[in-house]
């Protein structure tokens, strides 16, 4: 099976810093790689997902590379803001029996400091 | 922010109760899941339906029965319980099996005791 492992665990910026956070995966079957924002007590989001058919995708101060052939894929904030502080995952998922079954790492909580 | 709903919100229960968690989505998706989430563990997938039919089941003990009586509603009825299974129970739609993006609801946090 698919494993994921999200580094780091706990990320401390100032407002206006970049964020990065790193995810690697283990299946090369793996080809739509997702990542969520998940707020105190609330549910997880979409906020940005990359296939494998793409090295690169940017929405405004989000943006995820993807490099297959090292099987690792990163998330990139720019510019935060005390409002992107949350608990940040990703996500591998392949195709299990006709389904999309994601394998999620163990997530990344990003603090941002005003 | 309503597309997917959970009931309760919050469950606290004993050992030997039996108790259910609901779920509803109004997205008119074919797929739901039901997840895990535990501090500091990754989210956990438990059980995969599509169509109403039971697609994925990942190993989950036998007092977690799914039920899905229609692609609107999806319910995890809990029995003997042990405190080890207190977490956030999250369940998520999505358009079907073959579409990757899943939407999720609040959650249902459940404290055994």
């Known amino acids: ?114 | 922010e309503t597309g997917v709903t959970q009931t309760p919100r919050h469950l606290v229960m004993g050992m030997t109760n039996k108790k259910s968690l609901k779920c509803e989505q109004h997205l008119g998706h074919n797929a739901m899941y039901w997840y895990k989430q535990s501090a500091k563990k990754p989210l956990e997938l438990m059980f995969v339906y599509n169509f109403k039919e039971q697609t994925e089941n990942n190993s989950v003990p036998s007092r977690f029965s799914p039920e899905c009586p229609n692609s609107s509603h999806l319910f995890l009825h809990l029995h003997t319980l042990q405190p080890e299974d207190s977490a956030l129970y999250l369940c998520a739609s999505s358009q079907d099996r073959q579409k990757e993006t899943q939407y999720f609801g609040p959650g249902t946090r459940l404290l055994v005791l």
Do not use: M
């Open chain 1, 1 to 114: 099976g698919e494993n994921v492992e999200q580094h780091p665990s706990t990320l401390s910026v100032q407002e206006g810093d970049s964020a990065v956070i790193k995810c690697t995966y283990s299946d090369s079957a793996s080809n739509y790689f997702p990542w969520y924002k998940q707020e105190l007590g609330k549910r997880p989001q979409l906020i940005i997902d990359i296939r494998s058919n793409v090295g690169e995708k940017k929405d405004q101060r989000i943006a995820v590379t993807l490099n297959k052939t090292a099987k690792h894929f990163s998330l990139h904030i720019t510019e935060t803001q005390p409002e992107d502080s949350a608990v940040y995952f990703c996500a591998a998922t392949e195709a299990s029996g006709g389904s999309y079954i994601p394998t999620f790492g163990r997530g990344t909580s990003l603090i941002v400091h005003p």
